[in-house]
């Protein structure tokens, strides 16, 4: 979702904002003047300014949907019931809304009359329920909209038969996150709201539904397929998740299964069978898992992120299927979200790190215990190294650097990065190196978790609980000299490096080098045995250091020695790629042009575009037409803006 906008007098900005947005972190041991982020009275909402519903009026705490799934039409059509709790006195319900054709609405048994707001590009419109009688705070009520989706709904993806790996049926997936749950259902779009959902969906009768909740029931009626599903934990709108396609079930433990077409199904479930290893890890960690499946779904190659932690079916991109659980890390990530995001998470977009570097942590730590303690820092190296690149591509000073950002009147799709994962993981690295002892930390992260679970929040209430845990005397830190707004609010690389080193790094560095004396022609002795026994992110590490110009005799030895242009891991294809547009070797486009018109993901997408149109921009155009209906809207979206195409 990489797409960032620049504005000017950005530290001018800064400046004013420290001026004006100050408060207390204390405890009994020390206090800490520290500015954290205030709402803004420009605002759309108290709040969230990626929200246009009345948020401190009125509150959503459970969904009833009643769908019916049409791919001749590319609608859902039906409705939605949103039982609310009234916090104050009002008249009125504000929902948001994109590419919604709402017919009918009523509060209680009562029909309601309603009236849209004007549309915005990043938000949709604000619908405006207003009730027939007052609504009194401390009440609650149901709000019943029937309606249907548009076929540009940002939040939904319908696949022909041709993009499918079967080739005989349809596909749907969505993609909610961050706010296109709106052009899903009309709804309280903010993840500082939560709330429970069951829903009945009505497809084809070939087809299969699963949606981000437990299924209940499955029942053919006719032509069609009644699934119902009830999801008993709150979660955040961006988290309802549908997908209907040809799916095949593959068991993988008593909690996991694997979905995907029937010619993925056995693939995927074989790269990814150690994800109940994962969940188990996890919760030695922070505790129990809450969700009781944790079900993976393999998409179509149009699906635009590496995945997407839906609770209990978590969607992720076939550019993961390698033969080798080589790429199983994103699985992890995934599941870590089960915890750090779904279970605890921001109450605004501008707080994401709370979601994402929280993740990362949490990914590492897991990974850490079931592969060896070397992984946590060679892992943390290369996010380091992305954060870089990041850096060099937008700025240092650029307002998306920022790892707690001001969003008012930005699209988060556009300013989300590499930053809230890799600058808000050293964030916390931060934190857990002042507190100067890795048990003790693991063991606020478990309290943390478990005070917060269920509960969107504030950076305000993370730092608060950290000062207090370690206020104690068994286990006492000084927070005093960590400079938070240096870490939250200014833009830039993160001012502490982190320690982290690793002789796995160090071997990618030393072949780099060699291959740096090849290029230059003061050859050293390189074989096809350098990589053997590597990892694919020991490989992915050496690659992104071959940062040096390379003759294309150079890289025609290389991939004589590697085989890179043939490779089936997706992470190695990509760097291996991005080196060869920048070096002009011209026997790599066949490969490049299956990549792009097989894989939407915007990880390999938007880079492969923007470094082939540094080198030739109206064929990176040409390309980029060929296979944008194979894209996801998102992808469609930032890849045109990338090139300039919109």
């Known amino acids: 979702k990489l797409q960032f906008l620049y504005f000017i007098g950005y530290s001018h900005i800064l400046m004013l904002r420290s001026l004006t947005r100050i408060s207390q972190v204390s405890s009994s041991r020390f206090n800490i003047t520290q500015r954290f982020l205030m709402t803004p009275t420009w605002r759309q909402t108290a709040g969230d300014p990626s929200t246009y519903a009345n948020i401190s009026e009125v509150v959503v705490k459970h969904m009833s949907f009643d769908w019916r799934v049409d791919f001749d039409l590319k609608e859902i059509q039906g409705s939605a019931e949103l039982s609310v709790e009234v916090l104050k006195d009002t008249d009125k319900v504000v929902l948001d809304s994109r590419d919604l054709k709402i017919h009918q609405v009523t509060v209680g048994s009562t029909a309601a009359s309603h009236t849209a707001g004007e549309a915005t590009e990043a938000f949709g419109s604000a619908v405006t329920v207003h009730a027939p009688v007052p609504l009194k705070a401390g009440t609650t009520t149901s709000i019943r909209i029937t309606y249907q989706t548009e076929p540009q709904s940002t939040a939904l993806a319908w696949l022909p038969a041709e993009q499918t790996d079967s080739g005989k049926h349809p596909y749907l997936f969505s993609q909610c996150q961050a706010i296109h749950a709106r052009s899903l259902f009309p709804c309280q779009d903010t993840p500082g709201v939560r709330a429970t959902y069951d829903a009945k969906v009505t497809v084809p009768k070939e087809l299969r539904a699963l949606m981000s909740a437990l299924l209940d029931t499955t029942e053919v009626v006719g032509d069609s397929c009644v699934t119902t599903f009830k999801q008993p934990v709150a979660i955040s709108s961006y988290l309802v998740a549908l997908v209907v396609g040809n799916l095949e079930k593959r068991d993988i433990s008593d909690r996991v299964a694997i979905w995907s077409e029937p010619q993925v199904v056995e693939a995927a479930a074989f790269d990814f069978s150690d994800t109940d290893k994962f969940v188990s890890a996890g919760e030695a960690l922070v505790g129990p898992y809450e969700w009781t499946r944790y079900d993976v779904v393999c998409l179509p190659g149009s699906f635009p992120y590496g995945g997407m932690e839906n609770p209990c079916l978590t969607f992720v991109t076939p550019s993961l299927l390698t033969g080798d659980k080589a790429l199983c890390d994103v699985i992890c990530h995934e599941v870590a979200h089960s915890w750090t995001g779904n279970l605890v998470g921001p109450k605004t977009w501008e707080d994401f790190y709370l979601n ?43 307002a998306y650097t920022v790892l707690r950002p001001n969003l008012e009147g930005v699209d988060p799709d556009d300013a989300f990065s590499v930053v809230p994962y890799e600058k808000g993981f050293n964030f916390i690295c931060h934190l857990e190196s002042v507190v100067g002892n890795k048990k003790w930390f693991e063991q606020w992260l478990h309290e943390y978790i478990q005070t917060f679970k269920h509960q969107a929040i504030t950076t305000n209430d993370m730092v608060n609980h950290l ?25 830039g690389m993160p001012h502490a490096i982190p320690g982290f080193s690793s002789k796995l790094l160090d071997d990618a560095v030393d072949l780099a080098q060699r291959w740096k004396s090849v290029a230059e022609g003061t050859a050293k002795e390189v074989s096809e045995n350098d990589i053997k026994g590597w990892s694919s992110s020991q490989i992915c590490c050496f690659l992104t250091r071959v940062d040096f110009p390379m003759p294309v005799d150079s890289l025609t030895l290389m991939d004589t020695h590697y085989k890179f242009n043939s490779s089936k891991n997706c992470e190695v294809l990509f760097l291996w790629l991005k080196l060869c547009i920048r070096n002009n070797w011209t026997s790599h486009e066949p490969v490049l042009r299956s990549m792009l018109a097989r894989i939407g993901r915007m990880k390999y997408t938007r880079p492969l575009y923007r470094e082939l149109g540094k080198v030739d921009h109206e064929k990176a155009i040409a390309i980029f037409k060929e296979n944008k209906q194979n894209y996801h809207s998102i992808c469609q979206k930032m890849v045109g803006k990338d090139l300039g195409v919109e």
């Open 356 to 398: 994402e570097g929280f993740t990362m942590f949490l990914q590492r730590k897991i990974m850490s215990r079931l592969y060896g303690e070397e992984y946590f820092d060679f892992d943390a190296i290369q996010g380091w190294d992305d954060l870089k690149n990041y850096m060099e591509l937008v700025g240092k000073d650029h």
């Open 467 to 491: 000062v207090q845990f370690f206020s104690h005397e068994d286990h006492k830190a000084d927070f005093s000299k960590v400079d938070f707004v240096a870490w939250l609010d200014t833009p």
